[in-house]
């Protein structure tokens, strides 16, 4: 091909990148990018196509793709200041970072490198090979005599610095792990080590949540209410320069699209580059989001939600309904911009390190609930001390009471036969004429557990007591599933107000209140969702006023099977 044509190629990819380029910075990738070269040619006549946005190559388009270089063809050229580097992966786990010798980053590493080196066995090491995730318990970092006494400030360095921390860790275990299987480097899989840290204190509630917290660590509990549909997400992405063909690969921090605004081949002016998905060099792996609302125990109440970030392995982690305890870092998105003015707020999610899921629901019982337990015990006439203390402002009712606290201690499962199991939730209705304080003592029984909610039956829909699906924004076409009461009630209670203003409603709870579980299946999405909740409703008899010369169902106009429950 001669020289002209080469440049009148040249020209025509300029002008198709440069409404990409524009407002991006070089000094945003230098410390990021690094240059992979190769080979490879254009053939024929083919007519370069251009490329806009997140528009990748394709056999179709691309003018390069009979030709591109092998992985074995790649020659990498490094940074200048990565050339005397001594670790290997620095660029993975730390692409923020500069590697610079005597550093205290590079100190830390050293450091790491060593204790991680006597922390873990044989074995431990071959299953980290071999499962590339690596469960640290904080605790076992903050309170090592050894790792305190080199670094006496572990401990506020994870809570300030949790991302350069672990990014830290785990190059040098990667560094261990590359320095022990040497013999058999064919066989090391280079996929980026995940570490999840777990155990870390203290707790910090959601509505605490501030902006003063950004980029720290934190450890949150909540319920998922939401979750949405796994979603690729390229961490590392292989650009080809259109002068020299050159390959660079780009860290897209925090999963945003940038493209290198110059060739760091010596003597190449290229700056327009075309994305190589498919290339063996471009990382990517899943991505889910989920809103967990903060569930706090003694007032029954649902509070603050946020939205919080899944990667990698932690994908498809947890359902709605599920009590989970996060460790996460604090991010910032830019939302929505506002029509008054031409600012954008962030508004402030989650990305997350660990999830534990709650697998029981128990309380944990210090000193002095045991203590009082056992004087408890001690009372002769102790349901009836039970009974009374329900809502003590409702003078009288003690049937009624009695009612509300045997369906809070609930009975037992059983297996009827080898596949048959009986469920031990009790379901409670309480019908009676207005004004004789059902509502009062509803909101008592929700009161008394860890995870209760109260819903009013006037204003209550089948979606949002079961299951409800949602477009995600953005016109992707995929569905949000968000979770309802009974969902969210799992393993506790869900108390219903004015339950006979629910007509068509009440047939969407005969599957939970029999099979204890909500099956879902909607817009291609099939699944079933625990829903082990006991149900105490109140009611109104129809006119008023309950008639004693008729039944219970005639009384509501109920339907019979739901009475059955």
């Known amino acids: 091909m001669s020289g002209n044509n080469w440049r009148g190629y040249r020209g025509t990819w300029r002008g198709g990148w440069n409404s990409s380029k524009r407002g991006s910075s070089y000094n945003s990738f230098k410390n990021n990018t690094y240059l992979y070269s190769g080979s490879p040619s254009i053939s024929g006549n083919q007519t370069p196509t251009h490329s806009h946005g997140m528009d990748f190559l394709t056999p179709e388009n691309s003018p390069f793709i009979g030709s591109l270089p092998s992985t074995s063809d790649l020659q990498v050229l490094r940074k200048r200041e990565l050339e005397m580097c001594p670790f290997e992966s620095w660029e993975i786990y730390l692409p923020s970072v500069s590697y610079e010798s ?19 066995n044989t074995d431990q090491f071959n299953r980290i090979k071999s499962n590339r995730v690596i469960n640290l318990d904080h605790n076992d970092i903050i309170y090592d005599p050894d790792l305190v006494l080199e670094i006496p400030c572990i401990a506020e360095l994870i809570r300030d610095q949790p991302e350069r921390v672990l990014g830290a860790i785990g190059l040098a275990i990667d560094q261990i792990l590359s320095n022990r299987y040497t013999n ?81 081949a010596r003597g190449c002016r290229g700056k327009s580059f075309f994305p190589m998905k498919t290339s063996p060099l471009t990382e990517s792996a899943g991505w889910q989001s989920i809103s967990i609302h903060e569930l706090v125990g003694g007032d029954g109440v649902m509070h603050k939600s946020v939205e919080c970030e899944l990667n990698g392995c932690l994908v498809d982690s947890c359902i709605p309904g599920d009590v989970v305890t996060i460790t996460a870092v604090v991010k910032a ?66 049937v009624v009471k009695a009612g509300l606290v045997l369906g809070l201690f609930g009975g037992v499962t059983k297996q009827k036969d080898e596949h048959i199991l009986m469920r031990g939730e009790s379901h409670v209705l309480v019908v009676g004429d207005p004004g004789q304080g059902m509502n009062h003592l509803l ?11 109260f819903v009013c039956g006037s204003s209550a829909t089948a979606a949002s007591l079961t299951i409800t699906l949602t477009k995600e924004p953005g016109g992707g076409g995929d569905y949000t599933l968000e979770a309802g009461a009974l969902v969210l009630g799992d393993c506790g209670v869900c108390c219903i107000d004015e339950f006979e203003k629910m007509n068509t409603q009440q047939l969407a709870l005969i ?40 039944t219970v169902s005639e009384n509501l106009k109920m339907n019979s099977s739901l009475l059955s429950r």
């Open 102 to 120: 005597g550093s205290e980053i590079e100190k830390l590493v050293t450091i790491f490198l060593r204790f991680f080196s006597e922390f873990y």
């Open 184 to 264: 058999n480097s064919k066989d090391i899989d280079r996929t980026p080590l995940t570490i999840q840290l777990y155990n870390y204190s203290p707790i910090t509630t959601l509505n605490s949540l501030r902006s003063s917290q950004y980029e720290k660590c934190v450890s949150v509990i909540g319920v998922v209410i939401k979750i949405t549909n796994i979603r690729p997400r390229i961490s590392r992405m292989a650009f080809l320069c259109s002068a020299c063909k050159g390959v660079q690969v780009l860290s897209l921090l925090d999963g945003k699209y940038r493209v290198p605004t110059k060739c760091l």
């Open 333 to 398: 998105s830019s939302g929505e911009q506002e029509r008054a003015s031409k600012e954008r707020k962030n508004l402030i999610y989650l990305r997350a390190i660990s999830v534990i899921i709650s697998i029981s629901n128990k309380q944990i019982f210090n000193e002095d609930d045991l203590s009082a337990i056992r004087e408890l015990q001690k009372i002769p006439n102790l349901f009836k001390l039970i009974t009374n203390s329900l809502s003590p402002t409702i003078y009288g009712h003690e």
């Open 443 to 453: 909101q008592a029984v929700s009161t008394l557990t860890p995870r209760s909610l």
């Open 511 to 550: 599957e939970a209140m029999e099979q204890q579980y909500i099956r879902v299946s909607k817009s291609g999405i099939i699944c079933n969702l625990p829903a082990r909740t006991s149900i105490i409703a109140a009611a109104n008899p129809v006119g008023g006023h309950y008639n004693k010369t008729k």
